[in-house]
């Protein structure tokens, strides 16, 4: 059964201090999306990778965030510093270019303190 | 004025009823049209897929898109406990997908 795998889970840190993210989309896609969600917001989107290239994020505070597609199996979103707004649950999804279909993780659930 | 716009709710109903979850647009661009179901504390599920306007139906799910009026329905019929959750609508034009912000359903045993 593939699936979006996201780690960690869940995270606690203190302000100030650097989180990186991890995400492996599933075998065959060749696009990522890292999004954010908050009740206030809904889902946001902070980047999107096509073919590992970063094509768009226009979406991420440059000064802190930044997305990395180091490999076909491997997508990071890092903060750093992190600041208690930053708290909110971060996605990552895969798909194929020009279809409908995005397929999410469970999702990093993130607090700073 | 938001791309896609999605009444929260919530929307409470007893068991057995049928659903009727809405979406509104402004983007003619969007070609493909999405629902989501969202439990919570999970990720989003992709629940129906549709690239042009007309019917799709899935057992007890069907996605309607009404391109002309900017409108995307989903309905579902014989709700379950089970169906309770956030429902997200989403579309894509081009590169970019865009999310409603869901509505919220709760099916009463």
């Known amino acids: 059964d593939a699936r979006v795998t996201q780690t960690p889970r869940h995270k606690v840190t203190e302000m100030g201090q650097e989180v990186t993210m991890r995400c492996q989309p599933i075998l065959g896609h060749n696009t990522v999306f890292w999004y954010r969600q908050t009740m206030m917001q809904g889902l946001e989107l902070l980047a999107y990778?096509?073919?590992?290239?970063?094509?768009?994020d226009s979406g991420m505070p440059k000064d802190r965030f930044s997305a990395e597609m180091p490999d076909a199996t491997l997508a990071t979103l890092k903060i750093q510093p992190s600041e208690p707004r930053d708290s909110a649950v971060y996605f990552c999804a895969s798909g194929w270019t020009n279809t409908g279909e995005l397929f999410f993780g469970e999702g990093s659930r993130l607090t700073v303190l | 004025q938001k791309e896609v716009e999605q009444d929260p709710g919530p929307l409470s109903v007893p068991e057995g009823a049928i659903v009727s979850l809405n979406c509104t647009y402004s983007n003619s661009a969007f070609q493909y049209f999405m629902w989501y179901r969202q439990y919570s504390r999970k990720g989003p599920e992709l629940l129906m897929y549709?690239?042009?306007?007309g019917n799709k139906e899935d057992g007890r799910f069907t996605a309607q898109v009404d391109k002309s009026s900017k409108y995307i329905s989903l309905f579902i019929r014989d709700s379950q406990p089970s169906d309770s959750a956030t429902y997200l609508c989403a579309m894509r034009a081009g590169n970019q997908f865009y999310f409603g912000t869901g509505t919220s359903l709760t099916v009463i045993p």
């Open positions: 549709t690239y042009s306007s």
């Open positions: 990778f096509r073919n590992r290239a970063p094509l768009d």
